[in-house]
């Protein structure tokens, strides 16, 4: 999935043969209703030869329109660190070990690392993958999300600002933006992004040149529970 976090990394930039990336995850996505405090999820080698991995475990936070992970006690992925034999699942538990109620929708991110093996092959690239998995904690009567849309014009394109009054996420996907006649000016194929309960949050979106004139927008996209079509109104020029 996409990540508008972390994304895959390398272990190296040298040029030559790269060593296949072998780390699978599932499920992708953690959901946990109150009073559910502990998931599982499953690391699986598919290499020939052992891995090791790293897990951890961040707060999610959407703040004036950007993102960021930060480091976090109350919720903890056990063991933190595992090694994998060939073909072998591993499973990995993740626990909220703090004993305060969850306040509205708690969202987390849990990063797992494949590690770059010690004795590389020389000339090679060791090519190890990151999962970035949304992990969530929430309360049966949290509030759905609520979101209010607006776009603003830039050199690169548009804004697409979210404000989530609501107290869970929204996740968008395949976002359309279309002027006042019903032309497309903006489009996103994939995975958008989260809108985080209580959270703002921006995208930046390129567009055609006939954005730069429209003064009325509409935007339309696929949730998690949905498609939708909301008005865009535009807001000053960035």
Known sequence: MKSAVIGIGFASLIAGVADAASLQVAPVLLDLPAPGNTATITLRNTDVEPITAQIRVFRWI??????RLEPVDDVVASPPVVQLRSRQDYTVRIVRVTGQPVAREEAYRLVIDELPKPNRTPGTVALVMRHVVP?????????????AWSVSRHDKGLTLSAVNSGERRARFAAITIRDASGKVVSETKGLLGYSLGG??????LPSSPSARSGAR???SGMTDIGSFNAPLPVSASR
């Open 135 to 147: 992990v969530f904690f929430s309360r049966k009567s949290a509030s759905p999300a609520s979101v």
């Open 199 to 204: 959270s703002s949050m921006q995208w930046v």
């Open 62 to 67: 959407q703040r004036d329109g950007a993102e």
């Open 217 to 219: 927008f509409t935007i």
